[in-house]
């Protein structure tokens, strides 16, 4: 008897996936839950793990195929009434026989996540020169840090003694490199050219005083901290709360396009996009109506976390009625978002400067930021967007009407 290995379940927005690489090769034992295989989707890595304990007797799908939701992709075979995998022993006389010529050759390297393995591959470390602490012995995003913080430097070599004359240029130092595109960029690419062909998109540019936003978080910060167990006050949830509020007197800028008809949303579910290892990724933060500063904080918090770590369910990622995207980490001073169809329009942040300006006849220094909104003009008309925006920007500058809802 075996048990079929298969992929898992996909939705409807995600139609196939990629096998990215196998931890275990057929006719290696393996664990119940260990992780067998990465399966890279368009959004997101998906790891598979092993339902029982057992051998893996074939696998059906190889690295770079593709596959479909719930495919067979390998076959298991379990352990018999009364068998276990032995546990290897510590003593002398377990001691595996020295191993010599092409058996050393294939061992394979410690199995290593997703988010582990691109960050070895960015920093060219070798995976048996790092201990793995998870399951396993299966290496981490954080083996991979530590090794970078604690690991020492080769010696820098010595300086070359310096030429008589211009030495003439080698074309051998000249290298390239080839790799294939990752389904997340390739799909990237991708919506970015749907979104610039199929759309009428238009932006919109206005300037905030972020004075009244700073003068709140820097006389409540250490209270909300108490008050919310240690979640800190940003800037991304006075912009979530003033999107909402601006959303619901604009539904048009809330609604997303249909074919031939109109979708307008009864809700606010506001995609924030965060940084990942494999590129910028938008989770979804449902209902943001009903929540709060802290819990707005607290989610985009846990997004950012589980982006890093590879973590990040499908789920997370699927609809969106509305994004928000904060070029000023980076440290843009003013760009054009690009729609995330069928979403008709898009907020960008940007860095905050201080800047003169003219206040009430008199010239003071403020900390402003510009604001982008990208729309979509087949279904929001100019005068719309630009009343959208001055919007966020008066419930900025005067946060109490956040509050009052006014």
Same mark, same amino acid.
């Given at each position: 008897?075996? /048990? ?16 990215? =690489? ?8 393996? %664990?119940?839950?260990?992780? *067998? ?25 190889? +690295? ?31 001691? &595996? $026989? ?5 058996? +050393?050759?294939?061992? $394979?390297?410690? !199995?290593?996540? #997703?988010? !582990?393995?691109? *960050? ?34 080769? #010696?820098?070599?010595? #300086? ?5 004359? #211009?030495? $003439? ?19 990237? +690419? ?21 004075? $009244?936003?700073?003068?709140? %978080? ?14 800190? *006050? ?22 997303? /396009? ?66 928000? =995207? ?8 003013? =760009? ?21 300006? &003219? ?6 220094? *403020? ?6 909104? =990208? ?32």
């Amino acid at each position: 008897m075996t /048990i079929e290995l298969n992929a898992p379940t996909l939705p409807e927005s995600v139609p196939d996936g990629t096998i990215s =690489s196998w931890h275990k090769k057929a006719g290696e034992t393996v %664990r119940r839950d260990e992780v *067998l295989v990465d399966i890279e989707t368009d959004k997101v890595v998906i790891e598979v793990p092993s339902p029982a304990d057992g051998v893996l007797k074939e696998i059906y799908k190889q +690295a770079g195929d593709t596959v479909l939701s719930n495919e067979p992709i390998g076959r298991i075979e379990p352990l018999g009434p009364g068998e276990t995998l032995e546990a290897p022993d510590s003593g002398p006389a377990a001691e &595996a $026989p020295e191993q010599t010529g092409s058996e +050393a050759e294939s061992e $394979p390297a410690p !199995a290593a996540g #997703p988010a !582990a393995r691109r *960050l070895m591959e960015e920093n060219e470390l070798d995976p048996e020169d790092i201990k793995g602490s998870g399951k396993g012995g299966r290496i981490t995003r954080q083996d991979v840090l530590d090794r970078l913080n604690t690991g020492e430097s080769d #010696p820098a070599p010595a #300086p070359a003694p310096s030429p008589a004359g #211009p030495a $003439p240029q080698s074309m051998e130092n000249r290298k390239e490199e080839r790799v294939p595109m990752s389904r997340l960029r390739a799909r990237v +690419a991708q919506r970015l050219l749907e979104a610039s062909n199929s759309t009428a998109m238009l932006t919109t540019f206005n300037e905030v005083n972020m004075r $009244p936003v700073m003068d709140i %978080r820097k006389r409540h910060q250490e209270r909300f901290q108490e008050t919310h167990d240690g979640v800190r *006050l940003g800037y991304m949830s006075f912009f979530v709360r003033a999107s909402i509020e601006a959303l619901k007197r604009f539904p048009a800028v809330n609604a997303s /396009i249909d074919g031939n008809d109109i979708v307008y949303h009864g809700y606010q579910d506001i995609g924030v996009a965060v940084s990942s290892p494999r590129g910028l990724v938008v989770p979804v933060l449902r209902d943001a109506d009903n929540m709060g500063f802290a819990r707005i904080e607290k989610e985009i918090l846990e997004f950012g976390e589980k982006a890093r770590a590879g973590k990040l369910a499908i789920e997370e990622l699927a609809g969106g009625t509305f994004t928000i =995207s904060n070029g000023g980490i980076f440290g843009s001073l003013l =760009s054009t978002p690009i729609l995330n169809p069928p979403q008709t329009a898009i907020l960008g942040m940007h860095k905050i400067q201080e800047r003169p300006m &003219a206040v009430e006849g008199e010239i003071r220094i *403020l900390p402003m930021m510009y604001l982008a909104l =990208s729309y979509d003009h087949r279904l929001i008309d100019g005068k719309e967007a630009v009343q959208f925006l001055v919007t966020i920007k008066e419930l900025l500058e005067d946060p109490t009407r956040l509050v009052l809802e006014i």
